[in-house]
């Protein structure tokens, strides 16, 4: 264990509130020590931001904590316990290859989980080896990183440290393990876990510090179970517009990766969308395309319903109501809210990529014309949006098309019936359409690199999509579609 001293000069200020809740909620485990670990990548910025003090978490004790091979004083050192439904189907889970370290209160006075990933066996392991390997886990360090400089929800990456030990998947693989950070783990999955292994009253204290930490405004509500259900709705409603709106498709929406905070978590098949297709599918096992990109807000509104089955019992209680037909209506409507919420989001975004800055009915029309333009002349999604942006870049099949030119001519109109300037519209597109994403190509060499112990094209990759707004950027291979389609590639679930 590290010593006080030490403890407080990196900067740990933990306080685990989680550990409040009863056993069923957790496992504690012991360390599974790895055999020489070494510092891949570090996030100084993040680091700060949380109070922690990244020249002593670089020292050979703080690797030793990032790693799993020591304790720190005050820790949690937990395994958290839930359920999901995979590509549904009901199943018992839980962190099976991954510890918590606890909960560190930064300056801010926010709490976040800090959590390490890959660091081995725990109860919940069914049989895996609770490891983790090198490439998957810088592949969740440059994507949550994107989303976090793309302004969407996310957990983010602190560290990613390889073992000095091989993983056996489909062949040897290096071992590594990534501290990641949350605004909590507490997912859909922990709700329904508990619903069926567990009973009510614990039910009931998963919900209320569910809702002292992340919606601590409505703790004195006399509805406040129902109005749970109606904030996490309204959470998701608006972070799969988020997703839509950039091309993001999350690759495995099962309930176990759906938070109560609405943070995009489990970066496993993820990828961005290159050119626009809304069927697209990466992740290998998804054969039926269940989470492909046009089905992720369907998908979210059927987890949705999944979490509101769980608290069924509360809002029964809560409400005195003894007909259950009843409170079903109850959870139905709040969960019927999702798809108005989500396009009222979904619109607005759409139009600040055109813009846009009022209402007018022709707008749905006028969004989806370009679009279905884009799918019918295989254009790239974010380069199309950039092409209008800035005005450049248009030698293509659609945008020398009669059907282009004349929707273009209803835009400019459409411009002109706003009180904005045109300069103003302009800057909201430069503020909407990032001119770099992680694109798959460039994510694959960077991993494919760094495997070989060439960190420098990960470096640079990190640093383009952390900055995904600035034009010109200075190296157009960042925004630059690969020279072939990438409609085969294909994403695992191996992280």
């Known amino acids: 264990m590290t010593n006080k001293k030490d403890f407080v000069k990196m900067g740990w200020n933990l306080d685990n509130s989680y550990l409040n809740l009863p056993e069923i909620f957790f496992s504690k485990i012991n ?52 359920a999901g439904h995979q ?39 069914r049989g895996g080896d609770g490891r983790a390997v090198l490439g998957p886990m810088l592949r969740e360090y440059i994507i949550s990183e994107a989303m976090n400089a793309l302004g969407i929800p996310t957990t983010r990456s602190l560290a990613v440290i390889k073992t000095g030990e091989t993983v056996i998947r489909e062949n040897l693989k290096q071992g590594a393990i990534l501290t990641r950070v949350a605004s909590s783990h507490i997912r859909f999955g922990t709700f329904q876990y508990v619903a069926q292994w567990g009973n009510t009253e614990q039910l009931k204290q998963l919900a209320d510090y569910s809702i002292k930490r992340h919606f601590p405004y409505i703790k004195d509500d006399s509805n406040k179970y129902i109005n749970l259900l109606n904030e996490v709705v309204k959470a998701h409603a608006n972070l799969v517009a988020m997703w839509q709106a950039v091309g993001f498709i999350h690759g495995v929406m099962n309930t176990d990766n759906m938070t109560i905070s609405a943070e ?17 599918v990466f992740s290998s096992i998804d054969i039926n395309g269940r989470y492909s990109y046009e089905n992720q807000p369907v998908m979210a509104e059927w987890n949705l319903c999944r979490f509101a089955e769980t608290l069924l019992p509360l809002i029964q209680e809560n409400l005195a109501y003894s007909d259950q037909k009843d409170i079903i209506k109850i959870a139905q409507d709040s969960v019927s809210n999702f798809s108005e919420i989500y396009y009222s989001s979904w619109i607005s975004k759409m139009r600040s990529k055109l813009g846009i800055f009022n209402e007018e009915l022709q707008d749905k029309a006028l969004i989806e014309d370009l679009l279905s333009m884009m799918e019918k002349y295989n254009q790239d999604y974010t380069n199309t949006f950039s092409s209008l942006t800035f005005d450049k870049d248009k030698n293509s099949d659609m945008f020398n098309s009669i059907e282009y030119k004349n929707w273009h001519k209803l835009w400019l ?50 640093d383009a999509v952390s900055r995904p707004y600035d034009y010109p950027y200075g190296d157009q291979k960042y925004s630059m579609p690969p020279k072939n389609s990438d409609c085969n590639y294909k994403t695992y679930c191996g992280t």
Do not use: W
Not at 61 to 77: M, Q, V, W, Y
Not at 106 to 111: Q, T, Y
Not at 414 to 438: G, H
């Open 413 to 462: 109109e459409r411009l002109k019936r706003q009180p904005e300037s045109k300069e103003k519209a302009r800057d909201l597109m430069k503020k909407s359409n990032p001119v770099v994403i992680p694109r798959n190509h460039l994510v694959e060499e960077a991993l494919d690199s760094a495997d070989k112990n060439d960190f420098t094209p990960l470096i640079n990759l990190i």
């Open 87 to 125: 590509f549904g189907h009901f199943t018992m889970l839980g962190d099976g290859r991954a510890l918590l370290i606890g909960e560190q209160l930064a300056p801010s006075g926010e709490r976040f989980d800090i959590q390490l990933k890959g660091s081995g066996r725990t109860p919940y392991s």
């Open 264 to 280: 995009t978590i489990d970066y496993g098949p993820c990828a961005f969308m290159n050119t626009y297709k809304p069927d697209t």
């Open 31 to 82: 360390l599974n020590k790895v055999k020489s670990p070494e510092l891949v990548i570090f996030n100084d910025k993040l680091a700060k931001s949380l109070g922690l003090n990244s020249d002593e978490l670089k020292s050979t004790d703080g690797i030793s904590i990032l790693s799993g091979n020591k304790t720190i004083e005050g820790g949690a050192f937990i395994a958290q316990a839930y």
